[in-house]
């Protein structure tokens, strides 16, 4: 937030919309909201820890009554607390209190389960432990809070994966309709990313779980990009959206250097060519308004061509972020200069290591790469840095 800020500020000094002095006035204030809310919250996540631990370790040595006692007093506590000093307006240390008495709560169903000897081979305790998260959510509009939230889906489902080798399609839907809920209400950068992150670990960890092949990302990260487009605040919908790029441009590098050709031969190839062409109808659709359609270059499904897929998905790296330079020096957009000169470097990296790897001695191969990428980077910086001084 701070960044979109000082970016607009210097331009309402331009306009005569405030003055200097009311400018790093504002940027003052971003500071110090800063550096109040950090140390409460690292208190907390601090504390829970201490809790988790400490019980953990005592359990055994405590009667089941005064162990229920401990654990409904503790989090009744922690919640009424921090409650107390929302109502103070102190909501930094109300959220912090709050914090540790849904981990709390988290804690006393797993302890209370070994005690009564519940079986589970499920992540039912995360569930309950995530809606749970959610409702106090909705009862007090915290961004630490529904980061906390999405913290417990997002563990909840690997911890299904690895113990259980099961998908909890309970914890995805609470990821998709709970909390996409609230981080579209409440956007902010730090929730938007974290759905980001999440959202993509549950794409991961589904098509593992269902042997789908791996190409099946570009749809789940098609998905996200469409989904971005629809924040409002123009900074949380460019982060968001260049989460959904990332995850293109990964699958895009590993297609570069191998091609797991089955979808194509699999009966659902032609399921994956419909979703596809229905993203990219809805794609058209929400892009053509800005014309910005090359970002559509990435999800192309350029596997279903064998022979040549590899070269052709590194052709597209290079054509992407050439685009990308191109447009952030013609309309002086530094981020997407910046975004595309990265990109160009790593596919020069990329291909470099695809044709030059097992044709040279390795000393040889290291040597001309970082000759290469230093002279690379040295002019595209060159380029930016004339961006940047063209903006001021």
Not at 50 to 63: Q, R, V, Y
Not at 369 to 389: A, C, D
């Amino acid at each position: 937030m701070r960044n979109l800020i000082s970016r607009e500020g210097k331009q309402w000094m331009k306009e005569g919309i405030i003055t200097e002095e009311q400018y790093h006035t504002i940027i003052n204030r971003y500071d110090i909201e800063k550096k109040s809310n950090l140390l409460p919250i690292l208190a907390s996540i601090l504390i829970g820890l201490s809790i988790l631990t400490f019980i953990a370790s005592n359990w055994d040595g405590i009667h089941h009554i005064v162990r229920v006692f401990i654990i409904v007093i503790g989090m009744t506590s922690f919640y009424v607390s921090g409650g107390i000093f929302h109502k103070k307006g102190n909501s930094t240390v109300g959220d912090a209190l709050i914090g540790i008495g849904v981990i709390t709560f988290g804690a006393g169903i797993i302890l209370l389960g070994q005690m009564f000897h519940f079986q589970s081979y499920d992540a039912r305790a995360f569930i309950i432990w995530a809606v749970a998260s959610l409702l106090v959510v909705q009862l007090w509009e915290s961004k630490y809070l529904l980061l906390l939230s999405i913290v417990i889906i997002t563990v909840g489902q690997l911890y299904s994966f690895l113990s259980y080798s099961s998908f909890s399609y309970v914890l995805a839907l609470l990821l998709l309709f709970g909390v996409s809920h609230f981080a579209y209400h409440r956007s902010t950068m730090a929730t938007s990313v974290s759905f980001s992150i999440s959202y993509l670990i549950h794409a991961i960890l589904f098509i593992i779980h269902f042997e789908l092949n791996y190409q099946y990302l570009f749809a789940f990260a098609l998905v996200l990009y469409l989904i971005s487009n629809l924040i409002k605040e123009h900074a949380i919908k460019t982060t968001v959206k260049n989460t959904a790029l990332i995850a293109a441009i990964a699958v895009t590098i590993f297609n570069v250097f191998w091609i797991d050709s089955e979808i194509v031969e699999e009966r659902g190839s032609i399921l994956y060519a419909i979703v596809i062409a229905l993203l990219f109808v809805l794609f058209y659709v929400i892009r053509r308004k800005s014309l910005d359609l090359v970002d559509g270059l990435l999800f192309l499904p350029l596997f279903y061509i064998e022979e040549i897929a590899g070269v052709l998905y590194l052709l597209i790296l290079f054509i992407y972020s050439i685009c990308l330079l191109i447009i952030g020096y013609q309309n002086h957009h530094t981020e997407k200069a910046t975004f595309g000169t990265v990109l160009f470097l790593l596919s020069a990296f990329v291909g470099y290591i695809q044709i030059a790897w097992d044709f040279m001695p390795k000393s040889l191969f290291f040597l001309l790469g970082g000759i290469i990428l230093f002279i690379l980077s040295w002019f595209l910086e060159k380029n930016r840095r004339k961006l940047v001084k063209g903006e001021k």
